[in-house]
């Protein structure tokens, strides 16, 4: 008899267990009702329904990312090689992997600068924004503009979230994820780029310099 209510007692909290504790979501669709997709669990922690907590943050070594356009293009229609100072702005956010982009001021974007402040005593920035201006120079026949690599930096950790009632049959759940966004310049020893590159013009855009108001002009266009 000792024995038979040992075993009801211990199967009782094995299933407490079990209800509380959810296992690892992922990015792959649910199945079954009980099994959330790894997307509506970070609804819930971006809406505040989960009551989500960014578990052991673990922030990488910083790299630069890839060069991207940040100006506007420079146009040489005339017989030699010309200079021209031009404005550029860049913004470039952060995403992570089983949600796309972090939202600045969102809910999300909270939870983990303040976890990655609380363990490194680092601010975490969603999103940087740099603008300046640069001298581009272009031969005649080619198309010039401004192109800016930023550092980057991943963040890897475990989402967990707490309900007040069971969902899809737990109190909680745990999400892994990485979070990809700007980096401060000299992070690691590395900084960001700013260069200026330059093409021959296409048979297209030769037309625009023998017609119209662009002919023997040094133009710009997005």
């Known amino acids: 008899?000792?024995?038979?209510?040992?075993?009801?007692?211990?199967?009782?909290?094995?299933?407490?267990?079990?209800?509380?504790?959810?296992?690892?979501?992922t990015a792959v669709p649910a199945a079954a009702e009980e099994q959330p997709t790894a997307e509506q669990i970070m609804a819930d922690c971006a809406s505040g329904e989960g009551k989500c907590t960014f578990n052991s943050p673990q922030v990488g070594r910083a790299y630069l990312g890839e060069p991207h356009q940040v100006s506007e293009l420079l146009y040489n229609c005339t017989d030699s090689a010309a200079a021209q100072s031009m404005s550029w702005a860049d913004t470039v956010g952060s995403s992570h992997s089983v949600g796309g982009s972090v939202t600045a001021g969102g809910g999300i974007e909270g939870i983990i600068t303040a976890s990655v402040t609380a363990t490194y005593n680092y601010t975490w920035q969603s999103s940087h924004t740099e603008t300046s201006s640069f001298t581009v120079n272009v031969r005649p026949g080619e198309v010039g503009w401004i192109s800016r690599a930023q550092v980057m930096q991943q963040i890897t950790?475990?989402?967990?979230?707490?309900?007040?009632?069971?969902?899809?049959?737990?109190?909680?759940w745990f999400v892994p994820d990485v979070v990809?966004?700007?980096?401060?310049n000299g992070t690691d020893g590395k900084h960001s780029a700013v260069v200026v590159k330059s093409r021959k013009m296409t048979g297209e855009e030769k037309k625009l310099c023998s017609t119209g108001s662009t002919q023997h002009k040094l133009f710009t266009r997005s």
């Open 1 to 25: 008899m000792t024995k038979n209510r040992t075993l009801r007692y211990s199967s009782r909290t094995l299933a407490m267990t079990a209800t509380a504790l959810g296992v690892i979501a």
């Open 180 to 184: 990809t966004g700007p980096a401060p």
């Open 157 to 172: 950790g475990t989402w967990q979230t707490h309900y007040d009632d069971p969902k899809w049959g737990h109190y909680y």
